[in-house]
């Protein structure tokens, strides 16, 4: 588009710091900027494009659904809705699906169930949440008042009461903080993605596991950028050995659409009645074609082939020249280096590779089928690029 630069800093929001590229095409793990410059795609349009671009197994499915219809509201029916439900539960064990639009909205939803599920059990007092410190959660009112970071409180104030905020090493805090409040839930990520790419410790996890099932406080886990293969299990908290109560997903899902999803279990599937929440865009027939698409496609297959590119960049990044450490799991990693990370991040975008950052660190979030010569040749570049060559 003629001007497209000029045209967005003059009418849209100034919320974003864009890098000084105009995608305008692309396929698989490659996009192409108005020069025509090609670059590898590490990021997914931050773990959204599950599949890379213009996948034609999701095309075809979106684009049957729309020669169908578009969207009807949740006032009917609809197939694709109920499919991907079924799917999820069948998938998980959850009993109950509440589809919204984000990953925000989703938390928004496990938030609301929780404080109700509560409510009904215990009464008006139980309605405190602990989340970690280092966390993120979401830009709505209630969901920056959720994430563990002071610098998402200012601005914006007065933010939803009811929060406490935990260090993520110490499960003893975590515990106190519970005995000290009225809890209903504890909600975390398994890996903090905004915070660095940090998983959480099996053990810290393992005990406040524990003291929630001993004193029925529920588990919310926010999968929004974890989930959906993410990590080389279809949800990264089967990699630490329990079930949550409930689990919050989005980005992934629907592999490029907008869509979320709340999964609720067995202790919560019936906390939420007719007319207690809603979503006129919630379950839309286009994104959830998507997200069947993508959904059905992430099996063993494929989660088996994410470890194995997940071990590479990991053999490949660790005790390289000028890298200090990696972290994360799946294809969801972190890499700190000895220069800026923004210098670094600069140089692997002039040289055609696409990651982000998260905190001080290069943030890579490829597409979960992108081809293994792809993923040598971008890691060829970053180890070029940390090492100041």
């Not at 793990?29 to 494009?49: E, H, P, R, T």
């Not at 805090?173 to 990520?189: D, G, P, V, Y």
């Not at 929630?212 to 293969?229: F, K, P, W």
């Not at 279990?265 to 019936?270: D, G, Q, S």
């Amino acid at each position: 588009m003629k001007n497209c630069k000029s045209i967005d800093k003059k009418y849209v929001a100034n919320t974003y710091s864009r890098f000084d590229i105009e995608i305008v095409s692309g396929k698989g793990s490659y996009v192409f900027d108005d020069k025509g410059k090609k670059y590898i795609d590490l990021n997914s349009g931050i773990a959204v494009n599950t599949f890379g671009l213009c996948d034609k197994k999701w095309i075809d499915a979106t684009t049957n659904q729309m020669n169908q219809f578009q969207h009807v509201s949740n006032l009917y029916y609809s197939a694709p809705g109920a499919k991907l439900a079924k799917m999820l539960c069948k998938r998980t064990g959850a009993k109950k699906v509440f589809f919204g639009n984000s990953g925000a909205e989703a938390n928004e939803c496990a938030i609301k169930v929780a404080r109700k599920w509560a409510k009904d059990k215990f009464g008006e007092d139980d309605y405190y949440i602990i989340t970690l410190k280092n966390s993120f959660h979401g830009r709505t009112i209630t969901t920056l008042k959720a994430t563990g970071q002071d610098v998402f409180h200012k601005d914006f104030g007065p933010f939803t009461e009811g929060f406490l905020y935990a260090d993520p090493s110490n499960a003893n805090e975590l515990i106190n903080l519970a005995k000290s409040k009225k809890c209903c839930a504890f909600m975390f990520e398994m890996i903090q993605g905004e915070g660095g790419v940090l998983p959480l410790d099996k053990n810290f996890v393992s005990k406040i596991v524990d003291y929630a099932h001993r004193n029925d406080i529920l588990l919310i886990v926010d999968e929004v950028q974890t989930g959906n293969g993410r990590t080389g299990t279809l949800y990264a908290y089967e990699q630490y050995g329990f079930t949550p109560d409930i689990v919050t997903t989005a980005k992934g899902l629907a592999g490029g659409l907008p869509l979320g999803a709340t999964l609720l279990f067995e202790k919560v599937e019936k906390t939420l009645g007719y007319g207690s929440h809603g979503s006129t865009f919630g379950a839309n027939p286009v994104s959830c074609a998507g997200a069947i698409s993508i959904l059905s496609r992430i099996n063993s297959k494929l989660l088996k082939s994410v470890n194995e590119k997940s071990k590479y960049i990991f053999d490949s990044l660790n005790g390289a020249k000028g890298i200090k450490s990696v972290s994360g799991m799946g294809l969801m990693i972190g890499i700190e280096t000895d220069e800026d990370s923004s210098v670094v991040l600069k140089k692997c975008i002039e040289n055609g590779v696409l990651p982000i950052k998260a905190k001080n660190k290069i943030r890579l979030l490829p597409a979960l089928n992108i081809p293994m010569n792809t993923l040598k040749e971008a890691v060829k570049i970053i180890k070029k690029c940390a090492a100041g060559e």
